[in-house]
């Protein structure tokens, strides 16, 4: 069982920046894939970004590249999304996921897809002011 703990969340104003914070239990964390959700008021859970169990691929929704890094410590198993130039669109609970599988072959959709992670933290909410 995997136990995964979300902080960092808060109040900005637009243009800001946050760094949320996803602290994972158990010995494998470094051959987990871990991605970023997030989820609006009256809206569906959207992915934002992910990175594969090698850590060779990162992926990032279109809304959110260039704005937004994941980034990981296993030495520390804490999963990052470092949030720059936020948006009142920005506005959700954000929430962190681990894929324990290690699929030999993958593309991006089996990242995106939510169903694909095992695990969820509890989450945490980022509120972007105008």
């Known amino acids: 069982q995997v136990q995964l703990v979300e902080t960092g969340g808060g109040l900005v104003q637009a243009g800001g920046s946050l760094r949320l914070s996803c602290a994972a239990s158990?010995?494998?964390?470094?051959?987990?894939?871990m991605g970023w959700f997030r989820q609006a008021p009256g809206k569906e859970r959207e992915f934002v970004a992910a990175?594969?169990?090698?850590?060779?691929?990162?992926y990032y929704a279109d809304s959110v590249k260039g704005r937004f890094t994941i980034s990981r410590d296993n030495a520390k198993n804490t999963v990052y999304l470092q949030m720059n130039s936020l948006k009142p669109e920005d506005t959700a609970v954000y929430y962190c996921a681990a894929d324990p599988q290690r699929p030999t072959y993958y593309t991006s959709a089996y990242y995106f897809n939510s169903r694909t992670y095992a695990y969820w933290g509890q989450g945490t909410q980022v509120t972007v002011s105008s």
């Open positions: 158990g010995r494998t964390f470094s051959s987990y894939a």
């Open positions: 990175k594969s169990w090698t850590g060779g691929n990162t």
